[in-house]
C-alpha cells in the first residue's frame, strides 16, 4: 500500500504564496497520474489540480492561473505552487490519485489564508 505524506502548509496573508509537497513511498509512483484535493470545514474534498504521468496538467476553474502542480519522478514526489491565495483557499490539502480507487489517505497539510 502507497503512502502518502503531505507538508508545507501554513498560515499566510491574502495575495501571499506557499508550496506544498508530497512524497509517495513506493517507487511505481512514477506511473500514476497524480492530484492535489483540498477540503474545507464542513465541505466534501474536491480535487483542484492534476498531473498526468506524462505532465500533462489540469485545474479547478478555481485555481486555474494561481496554483502550478508539479511532479519529480526521481523523488517519488508531487508539489503544489500556491500563488495569489485567497481566504477562500483556507482547507486541508492532500495528494493522492485523482479518481478512484484512492491509495490511502495521508494526514494532509493545513493551508489557512487569512490577515
Known amino acids: 500500500q502507497v503512502q502518502l505524506v503531505e507538508s508545507g502548509g501554513g498560515l499566510v496573508q491574502p495575495g501571499g504564496s506557499l508550496r506544498l509537497s508530497c512524497v509517495a513511498s513506493?517507487?511505481?509512483?512514477?506511473?500514476?497520474?497524480m492530484g492535489w484535493f483540498r477540503q474545507a470545514p464542513g465541505q466534501e474534498r474536491e480535487l483542484v489540480a492534476e498531473?498526468?504521468?506524462?505532465?500533462?496538467?489540469n485545474y479547478a476553474d478555481s485555481v486555474k492561473g494561481r496554483f502550478t502542480i508539479s511532479r519529480d519522478n526521481a523523488k517519488n514526489a508531487v508539489s503544489l505552487q500556491m500563488n495569489s491565495l485567497k481566504p477562500e483557499d483556507t482547507a486541508v490539502y492532500y495528494c493522492?490519485?485523482?479518481?478512484?480507487?484512492?491509495?490511502?489517505w495521508g494526514p494532509g497539510t493545513q493551508v489557512t489564508v487569512s490577515r
Open positions: 493522492n490519485v485523482p479518481r478512484p480507487p484512492f491509495y490511502s
Open positions: 513506493r517507487s511505481n509512483f512514477r506511473v500514476n497520474a
Open positions: 498531473i498526468t504521468a506524462g505532465s500533462i496538467t
